[in-house]
């Protein structure tokens, strides 16, 4: 029931409503359709009609597990050629995933995270080794770039102990670049009628994913061969039997779950690590107030314990608010699971879906007021946070598909932003204007950012 959702004017045939806005930022178009059309509407591209939903009111129907669930679709499931029926890309009624979760559930609880604690501190000590260097040799920091390495490398340690020696390198790994290549590549797909259209790319696509598949099947082989790790992700994914069922994960979904790990595990919180350190460098006053909270809750500890990151609240916020503003998983797709009406108006019939464009929903002015566009962490106080309707704050999706790895990306991204707001001031370039590239994922492109040490050094 199409009819009453609103849709941009000027549809042409067969281009659909791509005239006139850029394929490469399918994100920040919709963005603007939203301002001109409401809280839902719809956008046919190459004859395919997608439903974007940013209204509060209806994401937080969307957001009701017994009438809606995940949907594969678009995106994630021109995924599936890389990862099949790995945790983030199984289809809901594939029993590879309820596996999968019940398997890794516990290698995210809060023992794991205190056991992940040191390794994230030593992959951050590389990062801050390599600022160091910049520092001295008055160079800017590569934003996205440095936060990319820190995140593919903790994760690649934590998860399966190994190491892409990231910060060693000049050029990015060629894993990251086979990742990013397939990333950008399912999200083209999108944008061609047919991918006929991308011949050479579809070639150097299928050369990429089996650079992953080698890769990560040389990483399993080591493991299995060097007699186990410390009871990581890797070790649980190979010893670890159902609780109930008693069975295990085989080893080509073994293969898939660590590229989605690693994949899944990095971009997104690289992203966040980015846009807060842009936002931090833009206000001295926010900068401020988050390096005094590190500097009362921390004091003269040299390395910071697993509990002293849990109480970086104003930290955290900075953070929770950069993933208001550009949630780095842009959106998330949601199916009818029995024939439904949306908010009481837009009739679903059984398996249809709509994407919840997530920056359309934290922008939302009737949730977060006239200045929904400013960056303001207080907007994550206790107080504030218990006065906001439920569902109105999604970065890391919702139900039962939501982010495994929320913690992980939490802990891990507030300490690093701890350990560098203590050590450095932070400078912007003056000429930087914020230009956010989309590969499924979102960045702030280009950024790059002057360092000041810290006197005294603490
Ligand atoms: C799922 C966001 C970090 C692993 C998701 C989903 C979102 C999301 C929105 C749901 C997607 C959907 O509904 O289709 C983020 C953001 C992160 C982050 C914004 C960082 C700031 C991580 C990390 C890991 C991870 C660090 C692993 C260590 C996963 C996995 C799923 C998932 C495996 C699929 C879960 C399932 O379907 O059972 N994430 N994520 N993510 N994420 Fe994350």
Same mark, same amino acid.
């Given at each position: 029931?199409?009819?009453?959702?609103p849709?941009?004017?000027?549809? *042409?045939?067969?281009?659909?409503?791509l005239?006139?806005a850029?394929?490469?930022?399918? #994100? /920040?178009?919709?963005?603007k359709y939203?301002?001109q059309?409401g809280?839902?509407?719809r956008?046919?591209v190459?004859?395919?009609e997608f439903?974007?939903?940013?209204g509060?009111?209806?994401?937080?129907?969307?957001?009701?597990?017994?009438r809606?669930?995940?949907h #594969?679709?678009?995106?994630i499931?021109n995924? =599936?050629p890389?990862?099949g029926?790995a945790l983030?890309t199984?289809?809901?009624h594939?029993?590879? $995933?309820?596996?999968?979760?019940?398997v890794?559930?516990?290698?995210?609880?809060r023992?794991a995270m205190?056991?992940y604690?040191? @390794?994230?501190?030593d992959?951050?000590?590389?990062?801050?080794?390599h $600022?160091?260097?910049?520092l001295?040799?008055?160079?800017a920091v590569?934003?996205?770039g440095?936060m990319?390495k820190?995140?593919?490398?903790?994760?690649a340690?934590?998860?399966?102990?190994?190491?892409?020696?990231?910060?060693e390198?000049?050029?990015?790994?060629?894993?990251?670049?086979a990742?990013?290549?397939?990333?950008?590549?399912?999200?083209r797909?999108?944008?061609?009628?047919?991918?006929?259209?991308?011949?050479d790319?579809?070639?150097r696509?299928e050369?990429?994913?089996?650079?992953?598949?080698d890769? #990560?099947?040389?990483?399993? /082989?080591?493991?299995?061969?060097?007699?186990g790790?410390?009871g990581?992700?890797?070790?649980?994914m190979?010893?670890?039997?159902?609780?109930e069922?008693?069975?295990?994960?085989?080893?080509e979904n073994?293969?898939?779950q660590?590229?989605?790990f690693?994949?899944a595990?990095?971009e997104?919180?690289?992203g966040?690590?980015?846009?807060?350190?842009h936002?931090?460098?833009?206000d001295?006053?926010?900068?401020a =107030?988050?390096?005094?909270?590190v500097?009362?809750v $921390?004091g003269d500890t040299a390395?910071?314990?697993?509990d002293q990151?849990?109480?970086?609240r104003?930290?955290?916020?900075?953070?929770?608010e950069?993933?208001?503003?550009?949630?780095?998983?842009?959106?998330f797709?949601r199916?009818?699971?029995?024939d439904?009406?949306?908010g009481?108006?837009?009739?679903?019939?059984?398996?249809?879906w709509?994407?919840v464009l997530?920056? @359309?929903?934290?922008?939302?002015?009737?949730v977060?007021?006239?200045d929904a566009?400013r960056?303001d962490p207080?907007r994550?106080?206790?107080?504030?946070?218990?006065?906001?309707?439920?569902?109105t704050?999604k970065?890391f999706?919702t139900?039962?598909?939501?982010? *495994?790895g929320r913690?992980?990306?939490?802990h891990?991204?507030t300490l690093?932003?701890?350990?560098l707001?203590r050590?450095?001031?932070l =400078?912007?370039d003056?000429a930087?204007r914020l230009?956010?590239?989309e590969r499924?994922t979102?960045?702030?492109?280009?950024?790059?950012?002057?360092?000041?040490?810290?006197?005294?050094a603490?």
């Amino acid at each position: 029931e199409l009819r009453r959702i609103p849709h941009p004017p000027y549809r *042409i045939p067969l281009l659909g409503d791509l005239l006139g806005a850029s394929r490469r930022t399918p #994100v /920040q178009d919709s963005l603007k359709y939203a301002e001109q059309l409401g809280p839902i509407f719809r956008r046919k591209v190459f004859g395919r009609e997608f439903v974007f939903v940013g209204g509060a009111g209806l994401a937080a129907d969307m957001a009701d597990e017994t009438r809606f669930a995940k949907h #594969v679709g678009l995106g994630i499931a021109n995924l =599936r050629p890389v990862v099949g029926d790995a945790l983030f890309t199984a289809y809901n009624h594939e029993p590879n $995933w309820q596996l999968a979760h019940d398997v890794l559930a516990p290698g995210f609880s809060r023992e794991a995270m205190a056991a992940y604690h040191p @390794m994230m501190l030593d992959v951050a000590e590389r990062l801050t080794g390599h $600022w160091d260097r910049e520092l001295t040799a008055g160079r800017a920091v590569d934003v996205p770039g440095d936060m990319t390495k820190l995140t593919l490398e903790t994760i690649a340690r934590t998860g399966f102990g190994h190491d892409f020696g990231s910060f060693e390198r000049a050029r990015p790994h060629p894993f990251v670049t086979a990742m990013v290549g397939t990333l950008t590549y399912a999200q083209r797909l999108n944008t061609v009628p047919h991918p006929a259209l991308l011949r050479d790319a579809t070639r150097r696509n299928e050369a990429d994913i089996a650079h992953l598949h080698d890769t #990560v099947g040389e990483l399993v /082989q080591a493991r299995r061969s060097g007699g186990g790790g410390d009871g990581d992700l890797l070790d649980r994914m190979l010893d670890t039997a159902h609780p109930e069922t008693g069975e295990r994960l085989s080893a080509e979904n073994v293969r898939r779950q660590v590229i989605t790990f690693l994949v899944a595990g990095h971009e997104t919180t690289s992203g966040a690590l980015s846009f807060a350190l842009h936002y931090l460098s833009l206000d001295p006053r926010i900068a401020a =107030r988050a390096r005094d909270e590190v500097d009362r809750v $921390w004091g003269d500890t040299a390395v910071p314990g697993y509990d002293q990151v849990a109480r970086l609240r104003y930290v955290r916020k900075v953070l929770d608010e950069a993933l208001r503003l550009w949630p780095t998983a842009p959106a998330f797709a949601r199916e009818a699971r029995e024939d439904t009406v949306l908010g009481g108006e837009h009739p679903m019939r059984r398996g249809a879906w709509a994407l919840v464009l997530i920056s @359309m929903l934290h922008r939302d002015r009737e949730v977060w007021g006239p200045d929904a566009e400013r960056f303001d962490p207080d907007r994550f106080d206790a107080a504030a946070v218990r006065a906001r309707a439920p569902h109105t704050f999604k970065p890391f999706g919702t139900g039962a598909r939501a982010c *495994i790895g929320r913690q992980f990306a939490l802990h891990e991204a507030t300490l690093v932003l701890g350990l560098l707001l203590r050590r450095y001031e932070l =400078r912007p370039d003056p000429a930087y204007r914020l230009r956010v590239t989309e590969r499924l994922t979102l960045m702030p492109e280009g950024l790059r950012l002057y360092l000041d040490r810290r006197h005294p050094a603490p």
